[in-house]
């Protein structure tokens, strides 16, 4: 099956500093990816649609600025979280849509396995 | 109000016990998806419907689009079925998906 992977699983950064989180499709090309958010007891929330070779689509709320994304390729996104403060602290998660992939498969979201982030 | 809603948010089951999951959505949809998170974080889909009914080993997911209503069902539960079981819709329009909170199941053995 699609399978997708997130790198790092987790980090812990000082208040101040930028961190990657790297999404990558291991077994197919995704032309778009899904970044979410989740706090503690809480559910995902959508941050931004990645498309490969164009800019993000963030949703409301969230400051593009602050969380850029890079779709380079089609089995890469980038979400770097800049100048990282405490309360960006969160589980962020990647999903990823195999375009390829036939009948009712082609709608089916493979999620990532998550980056816990903790800001000192 | 949210969009997606489900029911109940926290379940505790003896294992064996049959267990049902409820999620009603508000706005129109072009499937539903039951996604499963294990206490790690890492997320499995389950289903993905748009009408009728489907089953997977011990799990079934029915899905009523008239009434906007559709129900993840357990059979002859057990411990390791013990996660957060989410439903997702997705709009008529484009990739997005909306989530419920979430349902914690835990099943005792």
């Known amino acids: 099956g699609a399978v997708v992977s997130q790198h790092p699983s987790w980090v812990i950064c000082k208040s101040g500093t930028s961190v990657k989180i790297e999404c990558r499709s291991l077994?197919?090309?995704?032309?778009?990816m899904f970044w979410y958010r989740q706090f503690p007891k809480q559910s995902l929330m959508l941050m931004a649609t990645?498309?490969?070779?164009?800019?993000?689509?963030?949703e409301q709320g969230v400051e593009k600025d602050k969380f850029l994304i890079n779709h380079a390729s089609l089995t890469l996104s980038t979400l770097t979280v800049t100048s990282a403060h405490p309360e960006d602290s969160s589980f962020y998660i990647c999903?990823?849509?195999?375009?390829?992939?036939?009948?009712?498969?082609?709608?089916?979201?493979?999620f990532g396995p998550g980056t816990r982030l903790l800001v000192l | 109000k949210n969009e997606v809603e489900q029911s109940p948010q926290n379940l505790t089951a003896q294992e064996g016990e049959f267990i049902t999951i409820n999620c009603s959505y508000s706005?129109?949809?072009?499937?539903l998806h039951w996604l499963q998170q294990h206490p790690g974080g890492g997320i499995v889909s389950l289903f993905m419907?748009?009408?009728g009914k489907k089953k997977h080993g011990r799990l079934i997911a029915t899905i009523n689009i008239q009434e906007k209503h559709s129900s993840l069902h357990i059979t002859a539960s057990h411990p390791r079925d013990s996660a957060v079981y989410i439903c997702?819709?997705?709009?008529?329009?484009?990739?997005?998906?909306?989530f419920g909170a979430g349902t914690i199941l835990r099943v005792k053995s």
């Open positions: 999903s990823a849509r195999d375009p390829l992939a036939g009948g009712e498969y082609q709608e089916t979201q493979y």
């Open positions: 077994d197919f090309q995704a032309t778009t």
């Open positions: 990645s498309n490969e070779g164009s800019k993000a689509t963030y």
């Open positions: 706005v129109g949809i072009s499937a």
């Open positions: 419907l748009s009408s």
């Open positions: 997702a819709a997705r709009g008529e329009y484009g990739n997005k998906l909306v």
